[in-house]
Structures are given as structure tokens and as C-alpha cells.
């Protein structure tokens, strides 16, 4: 197989899979691989014929341009860590320019996902799901996938994800994979390659937190529940709570009240050393 760095070179790829009848399961990601991502990918293939990865820091779904600037970009070490896990024969990667998506003007599109784009990361940084509805739609178009694989750790981005294969009516199956972790706890990410050794280490309290708020939501309230999170964080020198929320997992809309047989999820952001993390939790 080769590594495609244009959509042309890909689709032409992909037309030869679709004549052969061959089932392709897809992971776009924005590199800075980690073992994580590499689950994404085990089940992609254990599932498809061919596994197909993307790479690719995508500008539009950024609202901070610092953040943009310093995140991770090794494309030569993710294509050979793909290789090295799963050989050459069964595997194809995509790794485009920001020209060969957008052209000379990278614009995301408007989306709406009812509702699920207002709340959360949506609320905290606008215009962010609009520019992963604009990247995936053009991936999904030029890959033409069977399913595609998504981390929980990102719960939201599932749901739109979601959302928007379901109003754009295209016939790829979304899949929830669950969180992958470090051994202390810390969600995997590529942003934690931007911490030091010691703060990585520390950042395993935001897990601690959401595994303390669900043994607490047992027998206590949501209000009471989002009080003693954001308490844990007062103490806290080196990170900051940007956000703590329990929603209900259907909708994400944020709750104040118990319902019985309804399921519930924690959200959590926090910052370390400038680098923002996220992590969720199921509650109920």
C-alpha cells in the first residue's frame, strides 16, 4: 500500500477497493499517534479488509491559534509506528496539505446537529464543530468507508459525529471505541506529548476527580455532585478547572436533577502547563 498526499491519488485507490468488494474501516486522526489511536485502528481491521488512516491537523476546527501553532505534527514517525503495528499489505494512509482540502481558503461550513453543537466544547469554543463536520464530510466522501472509528474520550465529537452522518444520510457506521489510558489513569492524548514527565503524572487527577464525582453521584445530587468536583480543584496549584458538567448522555444538555433509568455522563476540562485536556466519565 502506499501513503496518498492528495484526494485525487486516494479516491483513484479507493475506486479499486469498491470494484474488488473490499470493506475498508477508517480512523482519521490528527497524528501524534499513541497507543490509543492504535486501538482505533486494531479494531478497524479486525473488522474490515483494509484500514484506512488519515493525518491531519485540520485549522478550521481550532479557535485558538497558538494552539494550532504548538500542536504535534510528526508525520513520519505515525506512518512508520502504522506500519510497524499492522504491515504495508492491508493498510492505507492519507496525509493532505491544507491546500489539497480547502484549496486557498480554509473556511469550514455551517452545520446543524440539533443541539449537540451548543453546548459544551461547542459553547466553549465556537465554531469548532463546524470545522469537524467540514473535515470529516470531505473525508468521508473521498474515503468511502464502511465505519469509522472515534475515541469516547472525545464523547461529544462521537455524537456529532453521529449526527452529521445521519442528516448528510451517508451509509458509514459510526463507532464508539472506549477511552484508552496511561497506567496512572491520564486519558491518552496527543496533547499530552506538550507536558513534562512530572506534570503528565499529575494530570492523572483530573481521572481521580471524575472517578471520586461518580462514586459521590450515588447518593448524593447533581448540584451537590458539581460542588464537590469544583472543590477538588480549589486545592489545586497546577491545574485549572475550565469546566465541570453532568449532562444527560443522550442529549449532552447539561441536568440538575435525577431522573430513574436516564444515563448520565461527567464532562471535565483542565488546563496544565497551557495545555488543555478533556475526559468524561459515565455515571449511570
Do not use: W
Not at 499492522?86 to 443541539?115: A, C, L, M
Not at 464508539?176 to 512530572?198: F, V, W, Y
Amino acid at each position: 500500500m502506499m501513503v496518498f498526499k492528495t484526494h485525487k491519488t486516494l479516491t483513484s485507490k479507493v475506486k479499486e477497493f469498491k470494484t474488488k468488494g473490499l470493506s475498508t474501516g477508517f480512523v482519521p486522526t490528527m497524528g501524534a499517534l499513541h497507543k490509543g489511536h492504535l486501538s482505533l485502528m486494531e479494531q478497524a481491521l479486525e473488522s474490515n479488509d483494509i484500514l484506512a488512516v488519515s493525518i491531519f491537523v485540520n485549522p478550521t476546527q481550532f479557535d485558538n491559534t497558538g494552539d494550532l501553532e504548538k500542536y504535534p505534527r510528526t508525520v513520519e514517525q505515525d506512518v512508520s509506528l502504522i506500519y510497524e503495528a499492522f504491515g504495508k499489505e492491508k493498510v492505507i494512509i492519507y496525509t493532505p496539505t491544507v491546500k489539497d482540502i480547502y484549496g486557498h481558503s480554509p473556511v469550514s461550513k455551517k452545520y446543524n446537529y440539533d443541539g449537540l453543537e451548543h453546548v459544551m466544547e461547542g459553547a466553549n469554543r465556537p465554531g469548532h464543530f463546524d470545522g469537524v463536520g467540514t473535515i470529516l464530510e470531505f473525508l468521508f466522501h473521498k474515503v468511502q468507508p464502511d465505519a469509522a472509528y472515534f475515541g469516547e474520550k472525545d464523547f461529544q465529537q462521537l455524537q456529532i459525529v453521529k449526527k452529521l452522518v445521519e442528516k448528510l444520510e451517508l451509509p458509514i457506521a459510526i463507532i464508539g471505541c472506549a477511552i484508552k489510558r496511561e497506567p496512572h489513569g491520564l486519558a491518552m492524548s496527543s496533547r499530552n506529548e506538550r507536558l513534562s514527565s512530572d506534570s503528565r503524572e499529575y494530570a492523572a487527577f483530573i481521572h481521580k476527580s471524575l472517578v471520586k464525582a461518580r462514586a459521590h453521584f450515588k447518593n448524593h445530587s447533581i448540584p451537590d455532585t458539581i460542588a464537590m468536583v469544583e472543590s477538588l480543584y480549589h486545592n489545586q496549584s497546577r491545574l485549572k478547572l475550565e469546566y465541570f458538567t453532568i449532562t444527560s448522555e443522550e442529549t449532552l444538555v447539561p441536568v440538575k436533577r435525577k431522573y430513574h433509568k436516564h444515563t448520565y455522563r461527567a464532562f471535565i476540562v483542565a488546563h496544565i502547563e497551557d495545555v488543555r485536556l478533556i475526559d468524561n466519565l459515565r455515571l449511570s
